[in-house]
Nanobody
Framework: QVQLVESGGGLVQAGGSLRLSCAASGRTFNSYAVGWFRRAPGKEREFVAAISRVGNTVYADSVKARFTISRDNAKNTGYLQMNSLKPEDTAVYYC???????????????????WGQGTQVTVDS
């Protein structure tokens, strides 16, 4: 079992920055990949970024060069640093844990096993 709790969301002006955190408990943190997904109002859930157990990263094209995913295994926490935020980044952001090994399909929500409750990010133009 893995429990995930997101924090760090809020309201920010366009061009601003936020850092989301994903605090994990339960299973050993460095035994699974961590992904970030988001759901905007009226839209499907979409992949944002993911980091494997050993630190390989993958990003959605829409956030590449603006967002940075990282993990601190000593603190059992994953992070999503979001810079140059745009109104279209407004969404509920979820972190997720994927137990299976490997980097294939890190962008596939169906391959994740545990999910947090989400944190709202609102970017005001």
């Amino acid at each position: 079992q893995v429990q995930l709790v997101e924090s760090g969301g809020g309201l920010v002006q366009a061009g601003g920055s936020l850092r989301l955190s994903c605090a994990a408990s339960g299973r050993t943190f460095n035994s699974y990949a961590v992904g970030w997904f988001r759901r905007a109002p009226g839209k499907e859930r979409e992949f944002v970024a993911a980091i494997s157990r050993v630190g390989n990263t993958v990003y959605a094209d829409s956030v590449k060069a603006r967002f940075t995913i990282s993990r601190d295994n000593a603190k059992n926490t994953g992070y999503l640093q979001m810079n140059s935020l745009k109104p279209e980044d407004t969404a509920v952001y979820y972190c997720a844990a994927r137990l299976r090994v490997g980097v294939t399909g890190l962008n596939d929500a169906e391959k994740y096993d545990y999910w947090g409750q989400g944190t709202q990010v609102t970017v005001d133009s």
